[in-house]
Nanobody, 117 residues
Framework: QVQLVESGGGLVQAGGSLRLSCAAS????????MGWYRQAPGKERELVAV???????TYADSVKGRFSISRDNAKNTVYLQMNSLKPEDTAVYYC???????????WGQGTQVTVSS
């Protein structure tokens, strides 16, 4: 059974920082793209950041310069460092593992991030 377990969410004041972690119980972690998505109330889920299996990183324009995604293949874990948080960053953040060539697309259960003004 594949599991993606997120942690690190919480309540923080605007301007603060949080670090999200996602641990994956899969053997294909190192060859998969890992991403963070978020969904705010009443809005569609959107991409925040993704890191490919070769380390290429892509960010949403709204988080460029504030968020940083990284991965540790030895620990099967992906991280999202979030700095200079804004109230509009408030959402449930989801971890995603994708290996399209194998038809694999897994999601974590989500972790709540709330930024107060």
């Amino acid at each position: 059974q594949v599991q993606l377990v997120e942690s690190g969410g919480g309540l923080v004041q605007a301007g603060g920082s949080l670090r999200l972690s996602c641990a994956a119980s899969v053997t294909i972690f190192s060859i998969s793209a890992m991403g963070w998505y978020r969904q705010a109330p009443g809005k569609e889920r959107e991409l925040v950041a993704v890191v490919s299996s070769n380390g290429r990183k892509t960010y949403a324009d709204s988080v460029k310069g504030r968020f940083s995604i990284s991965r540790d293949n030895a620990k099967n874990t992906v991280y999202l460092q979030m700095n200079s948080l804004k109230p509009e960053d408030t959402a449930v953040y989801y971890c995603n593992l994708n290996k399209a060539t194998l038809g694999i697309d897994y999601w974590g259960q989500g972790t709540q991030v709330t930024v107060s003004s």
